[in-house]
């Protein structure tokens, strides 16, 4: 049975960090891409940090780069999503996703998101 399974939200300041995890597993999480969305509410989902499966490179848009750093562990099978000086727009539910493409097929995954809040 696969399972993305968020971990690490929670209530922090304008300026704090939190650390997200996100667990995987029933799949083989080396051959995935890795990727962090969020949604915060009346919006639309979006990206805000990518690993791919082979060699790690990474991927931010501008609204949080220099800020959150994507990080992977394979032999643990966990992603991270370090978030350092938070803002009050980056409250939102967190969600991990695992995807993989190969030839035209294409295999996706969700967890089911954890909830972070930037107030003070």
């Known amino acids: 049975q696969v399972q993305l399974v968020e971990s690490g939200g929670g209530l922090v300041q304008p300026g704090g960090s939190l650390r997200l995890s996100c667990a995987a597993s029933g799949f083989t999480f080396s051959s995935y891409a890795m990727s962090w969305y969020r949604q915060a509410p009346g919006k639309e989902r979006e990206l805000v940090a990518a690993i791919g499966s082979i060699g790690g490179g990474t991927n931010y848009p501008d609204s949080v780069k220099g800020r959150f750093t994507i990080s992977r562990d394979n032999a643990k099978n966990t992603v991270y999503l370090q978030m350092n000086i938070l803002k009050p727009e980056d409250t939102a539910v967190y969600s991990c996703?695992?995807?993989?493409?190969?030839?035209?097929?294409?295999?996706?995954?969700w967890g089911r998101g954890t909830q972070v809040t930037v107030s003070s």
């Open positions: 996703n695992a995807r993989r493409h190969w030839g035209t097929n294409k295999s996706e995954y």
